[in-house]
């Protein structure tokens, strides 16, 4: 089984800056992958960034990376340059071998201008 | 391109009464489909997941049921709906040994 935890209900950011967002993880599977999403107020569910657990190299996306820690279990997700619509919930979701997401109970980011 | 649907988008069902929410998947085959429940400013729990028709997982016991009846379409279900129930319901589906998740675009339910 495996369990998420995002440690910060809420979040602020001022327009232009630079936040982050943290998430650690426990599972025991070797071979899994991590994910960020955003849900704005639409509640849709987005895909921003995902990462390899096999992999070293940190995932990019633009404006999007994440800061992965395998040995200590953390995925921190950080935003550059924050836009108004970066606004949203997120949630931080591993994937194990059997490909079942388990979401933390999200952050929510508030964007100042 | 593949799309998933999702609907209807908001419901509004008395205590005690039938729930269907329909998910379709389009531009795909075989995909391994899974219905979410979200409680207000919750993150998202697992409800059942299917790799084919006819066969259903449930990860967690309640008042709700699934169906496959086609390849590309999931149904969820209740005989009689309770006020616990209330909640957003997102369908999603995944390709076959790929590790992205779509979601459609959601289901508020309301229990009176």
């Known amino acids: 089984a495996q369990t998420v935890t995002q440690s910060q209900p809420e979040m602020s950011v001022q327009e232009a800056e630079t936040v982050t967002l943290s998430c650690t993880y426990d599972t025991s599977e070797s071979d899994y992958y991590l994910f960020w999403y955003k849900q704005p107020p639409s509640r849709q569910m987005i895909l921003v960034i995902r990462q390899e657990a096999y992999k070293q190299q940190n995932a990019t996306e633009n404006r999007f990376s994440v800061n992965f820690q395998k040995a200590a279990k953390s995925f921190s997700l950080k935003i550059s340059d924050s836009q108004l619509g970066d606004a949203a919930m997120y949630f931080c979701?591993?994937?194990?071998?059997?490909?079942?997401?388990?979401f933390g109970g999200g952050t929510r980011l508030m964007v100042k201008p | 391109s593949q799309t998933i649907h999702q609907w209807p988008a908001t419901l509004v069902q008395p205590v005690g009464s039938p729930l269907s929410l329909e998910c379709t998947v389009e531009g795909t085959s075989n995909p391994n489909l899974y219905w979410y429940r979200q409680a207000a400013g919750r993150g998202l729990q697992l409800l059942f997941y299917s790799v084919g028709i006819g066969q259903i997982s449930s990860e967690v016991p309640q008042n709700l049921s699934a169906s496959r009846p086609q390849d590309r379409q999931f149904i969820l279900s209740s005989k009689k709906l309770l006020l616990s129930d209330s909640g957003f319901y997102l369908c999603?589906?995944?390709?076959?040994?790929?590790?992205?998740?779509?979601f459609g675009s959601g289901t508020r339910l309301t229990v009176v």
């Open positions: 999603a589906w995944r390709a076959p040994g790929a590790r992205g998740y779509t």
């Open positions: 979701a591993p994937a194990g071998a059997g490909n079942m997401l388990t």
